[in-house]
C-alpha cells in the first residue's frame, strides 16, 4: 500500500528531472522562426524535383496520370526525446506544403505533463518538421484532385477536432494513423517510434505510390 501511495509523487518528480533534462536539448522556435520556416518550405517541398533532369514531355505525362497531381507525405523525424511523426501535403506543381501533427502545446514541461494527463495540443508545423537533416523516414503516396480534396478537408476536420495531446492515448503516430486509415492504407500498430510507424506503414501497403479514395 505505501508503494501505490507514493507512485504519483514518484511520476510527478520524475517527470520534473526529465523537464529539466530536455530542456537542455530541446530547441524552442520563437513565433519569427516559426514563421520563416514555413516560407523556407517552399523550396524543401520540391527540392527532390527540382535536383532531377526534366524527363521527356511523353514520359512526363506518363508518370504524372500514375501518381496524380496531389500528395500526402507521411514523415517522421528526430526530437529530443522519441520522435515525431507528422503529415507534409499539398499539389506536386506548387512548391508550398502544408503540415499538419500533433503536439503538446508549450514548452518542455508541457511534453512531460502529457505522459499523466492530457494537455493542450498545437496541429500545425513544430520545430524540425521542415528540416531534412532532421528526417528519419518518410512514405509518399499521390492522390487525383477528387480524392485529394477529400483527404485535404479530413486533415483540417482531424487538426479542428484534436485539442488535446497525450503520450500514450492521442499521440502523432496516432494522428497520422488516422489520416492514412481514411486514405484506406493498412495502418500498423500505433505505439511505436514514429521512424518505426512510418516505415512499417510502407511496408504493409508494399510501397504503393498511388491511393485512390472508395467513392463516398
Known amino acids: 500500500m ?5 507512485r504519483p509523487g514518484s511520476c510527478i518528480l520524475a517527470g520534473f528531472a526529465l523537464a529539466a533534462m530536455l530542456s537542455c536539448t530541446t530547441p524552442s522556435a520563437s513565433a519569427h522562426e516559426a514563421n520563416k520556416r514555413v516560407a523556407d518550405a ?41 520522435g515525431h511523426a507528422f503529415v507534409w501535403y499539398g499539389k506536386t506543381s506548387e512548391k508550398a506544403v502544408e503540415v499538419a501533427g500533433l503536439t503538446p502545446a508549450g514548452d518542455t514541461l508541457a511534453y512531460v505533463l502529457g505522459h499523466i494527463t492530457f494537455v493542450p495540443s498545437e496541429t500545425g508545423a513544430s520545430y524540425g518538421d521542415l528540416d531534412p537533416e532532421y528526417l528519419t523516414a518518410s512514405y509518399r503516396v499521390y492522390l487525383n484532385e477528387a480524392d485529394a480534396k477529400r483527404v485535404f478537408a479530413y486533415i483540417k476536420k482531424l487538426q479542428a477536432n484534436s485539442p488535446v495531446w497525450n503520450a500514450e492515448t ?14 484506406g492504407l493498412q495502418v500498423p500498430n500505433r505505439w511505436q517510434r514514429p521512424e518505426n510507424f512510418v516505415n512499417r506503414l510502407k511496408e504493409m501497403n508494399g510501397g504503393r505510390q498511388m491511393v485512390r479514395l472508395s467513392a463516398e
Open 170 to 183: 492521442a499521440n502523432c503516430t496516432g494522428f497520422i494513423g488516422d489520416i492514412a486509415e481514411f486514405m
Open 2 to 6: 505505501t508503494n501505490k501511495a507514493n
Open 42 to 82: 517552399n523550396a524543401l517541398a520540391t527540392a527532390d524535383t527540382a535536383s532531377r533532369p526534366a524527363p521527356q514531355s511523353t514520359r512526363r505525362s506518363v508518370a504524372r496520370a500514375e501518381k496524380g497531381p496531389y500528395y500526402v507525405d507521411f514523415r517522421a523525424r528526430t526530437a529530443a526525446s522519441w
